[in-house]
């Protein structure tokens, strides 16, 4: 047991540290140079030099990169070039509408999508099959910037039931900030519950066909306690991975939503930099956002092992 | 392929009547795409200051946009872009994915280096990992198609890794090795030729996937530039009137949809034609 | 056979599979039938319709893509009524599962459901079928367990089945089958999957269990020193027909048709001595699958004493004394 969480410790340091390398030395393809980007065109050559030297920008790349692994490893990110503070706080300022919209469209999604997906599995090939499976199809071919903007038109402008962007006034009560969620987490949650769709539904499929599901049935228990008990209850293990796994990318995979509902999260955070071409917030967002991923997955793996007698304890 | 064999194919394929409503939509799109000068009604950068922002009509079926240019014509022509990136794209992330997969499922040595670097790929959103590539790339068609060929690499070495992974056992490879055939062509034919449907399949997707994501960086004004009509661009353009003018923000993005759903609806079908375990517990 | 009228008996059952390649029957034409506390062997080659027999009987067979297409199943209900279950509604049939019929499957190591403990997996079917609360059903799921002979049955009931050997999931699969009392127990080939002593063991606990319930047992194998063992009566089954039944004692005494005497004959207690001092077991050539002509015996392909017409026409299963039965034109030339 410590050796199997020991060995996935490690595991986990190791993509950290590659996401670490991939995301330092990518940015250094980079056009331009960042200094003088940050100081414009009116920059003297003395103020780049000056700010190159307080960046470390003019040291040598392996030098930059062991100073930048180790600044990391210390949970420093860096200094935000436009937002003049840290990359670190600047995230933290951001995570509660992306929290709170990763929390809410998974929840949708999972709602949608387990339901969907037992059904669908239980009736295969029949009418709810098709219509289930047809339907994740067409959810996962909708753009989801697209589907913001028809609900804004639909249920803000037209209907008026709920705030048609962003996240409040400053001042604004929790219960006022969420009803700014509603209309994103729907669209989130819808389409993301096709993935959850139709994993559920192969997941389940593979359980039905099983030998322990024909002795359940043999018991002569009613069909609904073999699905959700017997069935479902070995389905959860891939279940829970693929909701988890789905809701990590959410924190990170929300940009586009965020954008068009002119939510303050990470996404927007990091859309402006981009835009802005701010290099720091940029890698920190993507070093948190894998480690907010990788820290989910190995969540993940402890949750097998209460759920699943089979992995030993 | 003889008629007869290919009569079967088909006919396995389009089993489930979605499957066939799919290709025949792809096929529209695609044909509409490859042919628009000949099919779109007016030129996709022709504006008329006096036709702006007007409904669906008679004459403009999908409306005008802000610049009184005909919806219908430039979604025919933002086809050519936006299928044309997909397509890229996939090529570009099969190709190398292929590789990648190959060398892992057959090389020890090189499967923990390579699935490391997967693995921290994909702990990343398809959607953010490409809006950073762009931004260090810069803002292009050819790098968008580049950033997400990267981005999608990892799935293809994914299920070619593991096809590999079980086919590398099976007899005739080690027949073949015993034969005295050298490691390339043992790679190139006999692998390749049986890890190549879960390759198609996913190629379909990874399309669909594709033309997704290129719309969602050129809404977010990080992909394709602006003055280049892609479904994206439209409706990222549009976005302002969408209150006054739907049509403008509605159409681009069904012509999205249709091609994705179409692409999914074929991969569906192809993998259920070419999954051996499916098709028998059918 | 000067029984009473038998707790089960099958007339002409047929089960047919909607596959791609079009409709199979890989049952059609099974009589067989089942006395209350004695043992029914159901003897065949492997991919003879052993198991989907079985299947018909409990109203398991796969519900999309497989049914009874013919024939009767009729079993005697404890009130002395007689149902067919080919034509009982679904939910009829799920009621007399687990509690009035039970089964046995074949593959120990996969039938157990992996994430619940062995003694909750009986413990709900007692729950469900007799209303008892979870405590008593604990209880019984334990006794059962310790009359399977597992030892330390109570602390063994918390286990999961990963963490028992395949004859003990065996034993647990027959604990489960046995907690509700049931008057008929199928048992599919409970043994082939286990090693020699534990087969012994199991096959005891089988007949013990019959003799102290007054059980009527359908036992499948393909192994005729079990059936010598345990059964009472016996019927032979070949490509998806029975071919031959008979009291155990006649059966093997006086075998009448072609295909259960090269069976005997294969039996490697009937060896015979070759040229060179050795022991040579017979074996029957070719298989099941081997193609039999359209309308003709199905056997006739693969039997040394097929006559023109044993390829012509197909022959019915026919009574002889004593109530032995025999599907062939020649047994009484030969
Ligand atoms: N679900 C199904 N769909 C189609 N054909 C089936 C199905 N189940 C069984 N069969 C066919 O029925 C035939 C008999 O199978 P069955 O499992 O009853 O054999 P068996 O006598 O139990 O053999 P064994 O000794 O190997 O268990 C086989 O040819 C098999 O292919
Ligand atoms: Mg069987």
Redesign the interface.
């Known amino acids: 047991m410590v050796a199997a969480i020991a060995r996935r410790l490690a595991g986990m340091l190791a993509v950290m540290f590659i996401v670490a390398t991939m995301v330092f030395f990518l940015t250094r393809l980079a056009p331009g140079d960042p200094a003088s980007l940050m100081l414009g065109d009116q920059a003297t050559a003395a103020d780049i030099a000056e700010l190159r030297k307080t960046y470390g920008l003019d040291r040598p790349v392996a030098v930059q990169y062991v100073l930048w692994l180790k600044e990391i490893a210390s949970g420093n990110l860096g200094q935000s070039i436009f937002l003049q503070r840290p990359v670190l706080q600047a995230i933290g300022e951001r995570a509660e509408p992306t929290f709170f919209l990763a929390l809410f469209s998974i929840l949708i999604a999972s709602l949608i999508g387990i339901p969907c997906g037992i059904a669908s599995a239980v009736w295969r090939g029949r009418v709810a099959d098709q219509t289930v499976s047809g339907s994740a199809m067409l959810a996962a071919s909708i753009p989801s910037f697209w589907l913001g903007l028809l609900f804004i038109q639909f249920f803000a402008v037209r209907l008026g039931w709920f705030p048609v962007a962003g996240y409040g006034d400053p001042g604004a009560d929790l219960a006022q900030r969420l009803r700014h969620l509603v209309l994103p987490a729907m669209v989130l949650g819808i389409v993301n519950s096709a993935l959850i769709t139709r994993f559920t539904r192969a997941s389940m499929l593979d359980v039905l066909s099983e030998d322990f599901v024909r002795t359940a049935r043999a018991k002569g228990l009613p069909e609904s306690r073999i699905v959700l008990r017997h069935a479902l209850g070995n389905a959860l293990v891939p279940i829970i991975t693929v909701v988890g796994l789905t809701a990590a990318l959410l924190v990170g995979g929300a940009i586009v939503t965020e954008t068009v509902f002119g939510l303050p999260g990470i996404g927007n955070l990091v859309v402006s930099a981009v835009l802005r071409r701010d290099y720091p917030v940029i890698q920190g967002a993507l070093i948190v956002i894998a480690g907010i991923y990788v820290l989910i997955n190995f969540t993940i793996d402890v949750i097998y092992t209460l759920v699943d007698p089979r992995v030993e304890t | 392929m003889d008629p007869a064999a290919a009569k079967l194919f088909l006919d396995r394929l389009f089993r489930r009547k979605l499957v066939l409503f799919g290709a025949v939509v792809l096929l529209v799109i695609v044909i509409a795409a490859i042919a628009a000068p000949l099919i779109a009604p007016y030129s996709p950068t022709g504006m008329r200051v006096t036709q702006r922002l007007r409904p669906p009509s008679a004459t403009n079926w999908f409306g005008t946009d802000e610049f009184g240019r005909d919806v219908l014509s430039r979604i025919i022509y933002g086809g050519r872009a936006s299928l044309g990136i997909g397509m890229a794209v996939v090529l570009a992330s099969m190709l190398a994915g292929t590789t990648l997969g190959l060398l892992a499922g057959y090389f020890r040595a090189l499967d923990t280096v390579i699935m490391r670097i997967v693995d921290a790929m994909m702990s990343l959103p398809d959607i953010l990992l490409a809006i950073f590539l762009v931004a260090v790339l810069g803002a292009s068609a050819g790098n968008v198609v580049l950033a997400l060929a990267i981005v999608y690499t990892p799935r293809v070495t994914r299920v070619v890794r593991g096809s590999t992974l079980v086919v590398r056992e099976l007899p005739f490879v080690e027949a073949a090795r015993l034969l005295g055939v050298s490691t390339p062509r043992i790679l190139t034919v006999h692998i390749l030729l049986n890890v190549a449907s879960p390759i198609l399949v996913q190629a379909t997707f990874i399309f669909a996937y594709a033309v997704l994501a290129e719309a969602g960086l050129s809404f977010l004004g990080a992909g394709v530039p602006p003055d280049v009509p892609t479904w994206g661009t439209m409706i990222a353009s549009g976005q302002q009137y969408a209150d006054r003018a739907f049509w403008v923000v509605f159409f681009p993005g069904l012509a999205i949809v249709l091609a994705a759903l179409s692409l999914q609806l074929v991969g569906d079908g192809l993998r259920d034609m070419l999954d051996p375990k499916l098709r028998k517990a059918l | 056979m000067t029984q009473p009228a038998p707790l089960l008996a099958i007339e002409n059952l047929a089960v047919t599979f909607r596959t791609?390649a079009g409709n199979v029957t890989p049952v059609r034409g099974v009589d067989l039938a089942v006395f209350a506390g004695r043992t029914t062997a159901l003897v065949g080659e492997s991919g003879s319709g052993k198991s989907v027999t079985a299947l018909a009987v409990?109203g398991?067979l796969p519900r999309?893509s497989g049914g009874i297409s013919g024939g009767s199943v009729r079993y005697r209900l404890k009130s002395g009524e007689t149902s067919d279950l080919a034509k009982l509604p679904p939910e009829g049939m799920?009621?007399?599962?687990?509690?009035e019929i039970?089964?046995i499957?074949q593959?120990p190591m996969?039938?157990?459901?992996?994430?619940?403990?062995v003694g909750e997996q009986i413990a709900?079917?007692v729950r469900?079928?007799t209303g008892t609360g979870s405590a008593a059903a604990m209880r019984r799921a334990v006794e059962m367990l310790g009359l399977v002979e597992i030892p330390d049955a109570a602390r063994r009931a918390a286990d999961?089945p990963?963490q028992m050997s395949g004859g003990m999931r065996q034993r647990v699969?027959i604990a489960?089958a046995m907690s509700c009392n049931p008057r008929l127990l199928i048992a599919d080939e409970p043994t082939t999957a286990l090693d020699v002593t534990i087969q012994a063991q199991i096959l005891a606990l089988v007949d013990r269990l019959r003799r102290e319930h007054d059980m009527g047992v359908l036992f499948i194998t393909h192994n005729l020193g079990v059936v010598a063992e345990i059964a009472d009566d016996v019927t032979v089954m070949y490509a998806g027909e029975a071919v031959e039944a008979a009291e155990v004692r006649t059966m093997f005494r006086d075998p009448r048709h072609p295909y259960t005497r090269a069976l005997i004959d294969c039996l490697p207690a009937r060896a015979r001595t070759g040229a060179d001092g050795r022991r040579v077991v017979s074996s029957i050539p070719g298989s099941v699958g081997a193609a039999a002509a359209a309308g003709g015996c199905k056997f006739a392909p693969r039997c040394s004493h097929a006559a023109p017409p044993c390829h012509a026409a197909h022959p019915i299963l026919e009574p002889s004394d004593g109530g032995h039965m025999i599907r062939c034109f020649r047994w009484r030339d030969l």
Do not use: W
């Open positions: 791609e409990m398991l999309a799920r009621r007399l599962r687990g509690r039970a089964m499957f593959e996969t039938s157990l459901n992996p994430v619940l403990s709900e079917q469900h079928h999961y990963h699969m489960l």
